[in-house]
């Protein structure tokens, strides 16, 4: 069986380490890497994980799935270089960064994937898109797509896109949340109460949801569908168009996306 160890078990790391322990993968094939001792014993508490240190985690492992903030990677660079066998495969969850930074820090040769996931994962229902690296071959595309397919969907994009993707699928879940939040918070204003207006809306939105990817139509379409004349709905579309939502969302988009290049280019000096 394939090891996979992840270096910084924080929000999206875990939600790897628990979807593939609920995709059927053992505990025993997968490790972690933490900072504080406290949040590793409850990872170890919670999933039957062991903790390890790095130089431990990319000896034992095939694959070392890199988890930490981008802000953080210099330091774990500088501890994983001098430990990273060859042959041994790097994936990077990391927001910006290029396979180009991990390639010329680590053993000449070494096999990058970079992986925009997202925290979906949890549940076996994320997006992630993957990249390869100069010298990722087909067989590292594969176990990647492998992996992740099994918390999710998988794509496989030209590395170019991938700032783009993180802004849409990476980040897009928090944009999914905020508009659920400010749909409950009008339940609220109109008297319903928090439980039940949470329950209206976020059936609502997995409803919409699985309409959309199960019913094949258009989301022109199905909010058409939804849009009766002289009624309700339109007297709401106009509001969301007075207010320059479609463009509040596409600079937000833009805006992520600006800052995934961002991210990246702090450690351009070091390419
Ligand atoms: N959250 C998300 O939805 C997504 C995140 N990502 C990417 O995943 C990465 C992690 O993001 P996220 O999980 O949100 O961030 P978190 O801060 O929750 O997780 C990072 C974890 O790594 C730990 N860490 C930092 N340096 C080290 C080290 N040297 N050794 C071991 N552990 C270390 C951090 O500890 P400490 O708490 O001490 O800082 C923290 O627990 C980022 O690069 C982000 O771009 C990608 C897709 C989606
Ligand atoms: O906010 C972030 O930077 C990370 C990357 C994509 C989602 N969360």
Request: with cysteine.
């Amino acid at each position: 069986m394939t090891t996979i160890a992840v270096l910084g078990a924080g929000k999206i790391g875990e939600a790897l380490l628990s979807g593939l322990i609920k995709a059927g993968r053992a505990p025993s094939d997968l490790l972690f890497t933490e900072r504080f001792p406290t949040r590793a014993e409850e990872l170890t508490k919670t999933y039957g994980i062991s903790h390890v240190d790095v130089p431990t985690a990319v000896e034992r492992a095939d694959v070392i799935v890199v988890a930490v903030k981008p802000q953080d990677i210099e330091p774990l660079l500088d501890e994983m270089a001098p430990k990273v066998p060859g042959g041994k495969l790097v994936v990077s969850l990391c927001a910006g960064l290029p396979t180009k930074l991990f390639e010329r820090r680590l053993p000449e040769g070494t096999a990058v994937v970079r992986v925009m996931p997202n925290t979906p994962m949890l549940v076996g229902e994320a997006m992630a898109a993957i990249s390869g690296g100069a010298h990722a071959a087909d067989r590292d595309l594969d176990l990647v797509e492998e992996l992740l397919g099994s918390v999710g969907k998988v794509a496989r994009v030209p590395e170019g896109q991938q700032d783009a993707v993180t802004a849409l699928s990476g980040s897009g879940p928090a944009y999914f949340f905020y508009l659920v939040e400010a749909m409950i918070d009008a339940g609220i204003l109109l008297g319903i109460p928090r439980a039940t207006a949470a329950d209206l809306i976020v059936q609502s939105a997995v409803g919409a949801a699985a309409m959309l990817r199960e019913g094949g139509g258009h989301p022109v379409m199905l909010r058409e569908a939804v849009t009766s004349p002289a009624g309700t709905t339109i007297a709401g579309i106009r509001e969301l168009e007075k207010h320059g939502v479609r463009a509040a969302l596409i600079d937000a988009i833009e805006a992520a996306r600006d800052r995934s290049v961002e991210l990246g280019r702090a450690h351009e000096e070091d390419d």
